[in-house]
Nanobody
Framework: QVQLVESGGGLVQAGGSLRLSCAASRSDFAINAMAWYRQAPGKQRELVAQISGGGVTNYADSVKGRFTISRDIVKATVSMQMDSLKPEDTGVYYC???????????????WGQGTQVTVSS
């Protein structure tokens, strides 16, 4: 099993910045992708940013040019720098690892516990 622990959420004014980080409890896995999702009140969870095993990044249109996802494979961490934050960025942010553990055949999704990001206007 793998546990993911997130940090870095909080309250910030519009136009401000936050950096989210997510660390895995182990690093001996094959990576399909690492990602950040968010869920706003009353809405479905949505993909915000993703980085593939090969390092290719993908962003939701709403955050392109403002958010940057990065990873450290050795440390088994994924981070997201969020700049020029807007009130509509408010929500609970979850990290997601799509990985395959040693001696297993399938990739599985693992989720962090979520961290609250609140952007005030």
């Amino acid at each position: 099993q793998v546990q993911l622990v997130e940090s870095g959420g909080g309250l910030v004014q519009a136009g401000g910045s936050l950096r989210l980080s997510c660390a895995a409890s182990r690093s001996d896995f094959a990576i399909n992708a690492m990602a950040w999702y968010r869920q706003a009140p009353g809405k479905q969870r949505e993909l915000v940013a993703q980085i593939s095993g090969g390092g290719v990044t993908n962003y939701a249109d709403s955050v392109k040019g403002r958010f940057t996802i990065s990873r450290d494979i050795v440390k088994a961490t994924v981070s997201m720098q969020m700049d020029s934050l807007k009130p509509e960025d408010t929500g609970v942010y979850y990290c997601n690892f799509a990985i395959r553990l040693p001696w297993t055949h399938d990739y599985r999704d693992y989720w962090g516990q979520g961290t609250q990001v609140t952007v005030s206007s």
